[in-house]
């Protein structure tokens, strides 16, 4: 096997179920720590934030997972 064939198959494929995965993973995770904070805090905002960070957190993985490999030459 080559080189080339090797970081082909190291490379991701775009699977768009684990992207679909971190997104909403992302945003039930902090949008439930928001909701924690909310009800721990006596406020109404927090879930609001938690999800907004979760689905920004959750692209920006997507996109550092996803990137286009750097030419190495």
Do not use: E
């Not at 490379?11 to 909403?24: I, K, N, T």
């Not at 938690?50 to 996803?66: D, K, M, P, V």
């Amino acid at each position: 096997m080559s080189q080339s064939d090797d970081s082909a198959r190291d490379s991701p494929q775009g699977d768009p179920w684990l992207a679909f995965g971190y997104l909403v993973a992302g945003v039930l995770l902090y949008g439930f720590v928001g909701w924690l904070l909310d009800r721990w805090w006596g406020t109404g905002f927090m879930v609001v934030i938690g999800i907004l960070l979760g689905a920004g957190l959750a692209l920006y993985q997507t996109f550092a997972r996803f990137r286009a490999p750097a030419d190495p030459h």
